[in-house]
């Protein structure tokens, strides 16, 4: 009898594997969330190529499709710089940026970020009320500390940012 309990344990194990390994999306992307601010694991290498380059590649979940819309539509004019790409490389980051955008339906964080700022476009992930309410007890001195340089700095605090994870426990505030 217990080599038939076992034997059905390895069968279902078997299952629930093959299970997981046909619920990754096509392109190989693993996209469930892992926690409350476990972000989509994404890859998308222009994406990551252009816009890594200067800062973090912020989550596509973070702002609504609108906001990615206006904020491609003016690379010229990219928060004070030029950032601007040749028309293929912007309009496949567009694309992937709408997929995945806080109002794609798709992720645990964006139906959080909507649920807060319906009807707004912020081009800037801080000014959005999300962003507010879960940084509400960081003083605003903090930002402005050499270490950090500004809110739009995830990864001075948030030490595993580039993998999508901003959950609290993993946070560590530099001097």
């Not at 319906?118 to 992930?125: D, E, F, G, Q, S």
């Not at 402005?144 to 993998?163: F, L, M, T, V, Y």
Request: charged share 25%.
């Amino acid at each position: 009898m217990n080599y038939l309990l076992r034997g059905i344990g390895v069968v279902a194990a078997v299952g629930a594997l093959s299970l997981l390994a046909f619920s990754v999306p096509p392109g190989g992307e693993a996209r469930g969330d892992g926690g409350d601010d476990v972000m989509p694991r994404l890859t998308h290498k222009a994406w990551q190529q252009e816009c890594a380059s200067c800062h973090l590649a912020f989550p596509p979940s973070m702002l609504p499709r609108a906001s990615w819309q206006k904020m491609m539509s003016g690379l010229d004019q990219h928060f004070g710089e030029d950032a601007s790409l040749d028309p293929a490389t912007e309009a496949d980051i567009l694309k992937f940026l709408e997929a995945n955008a806080a109002d794609s339906g798709d992720s645990k964080m964006g139906s959080r970020v909507m649920r807060m700022d319906k009807n707004t476009a912020p081009l800037r992930i801080t000014e959005t009320r999300w962003f507010v309410r879960k940084h509400d007890e960081v003083p605003r001195a903090t930002w402005s500390r050499k270490s950090i340089g500004s809110p739009a700095n995830c990864a001075a605090c948030h030490r595993e940012a580039e993998q999508g994870n901003y959950d609290e426990d993993a946070i560590r505030i530099p001097k």
